[in-house]
């Protein structure tokens, strides 16, 4: 009988979620698709004004596409960078310029280029509705990726006010 109550307690205690964990249906905010092609358009507008020709991919809070808009003339080469830069600040919910310097100075992250579909090059940033990563950006195109990374934060400038 001691080994049957006893049986029962594990079992009880397993099923109780952990401290601050829930069970069952979850939910997540996450970029619309008009907003995606509207920031993406709105990117590849901002590094136009300046000369520049790029490609511009918004994903969801998951990494998944949810737009890209290349401009004309840009370099075939700026399709998979701007989706890898964007794939890549989504999955670590930070932009790729950081990560960059982190990885080149830090031996810790030195092997975060390592990451089966990370692009560790400036030009990706997380779009963030308040503190929550909903989504981000990666461009393609410009002669540096900081240049990349000034027109994706003018594009989400110009949306915040929708983001929040």
Do not use: W
Request: proline share 5%; hydrophobic share 45%.
């Amino acid at each position: 009988m001691s080994h049957r109550l006893l049986s029962l307690a594990v079992l009880a205690t397993l099923a109780l979620p952990a401290a601050g964990q829930t069970q069952g249906v979850i939910s997540e905010r996450s970029i619309s698709s008009a907003l995606a092609v509207e920031i993406a358009s709105a990117a590849v507008a901002a590094c136009a004004e300046r000369n520049f020709r790029v490609t511009a991919t918004v994903v969801d809070r998951h990494g998944i596409v949810k737009a890209m808009v290349r401009a004309d003339g840009a370099g075939p080469h700026t399709v998979e960078a701007s989706r890898a830069k964007a794939y890549t600040s989504a999955s670590a919910r930070n932009p790729t310029t950081g990560m960059l310097a982190a990885a080149q100075g830090n031996p810790a992250a030195a092997t975060l280029p390592n990451i089966p579909g990370f692009l560790v090059l400036g030009g990706g940033v997380p779009i963030r509705a308040g503190e929550e990563v909903v989504g981000a950006i990666g461009i393609g195109g410009a002669p540096s990726g900081v240049i990349d990374e000034e027109c994706a934060n003018a594009a989400i400038g110009r949306f915040r006010d929708r983001l929040n």
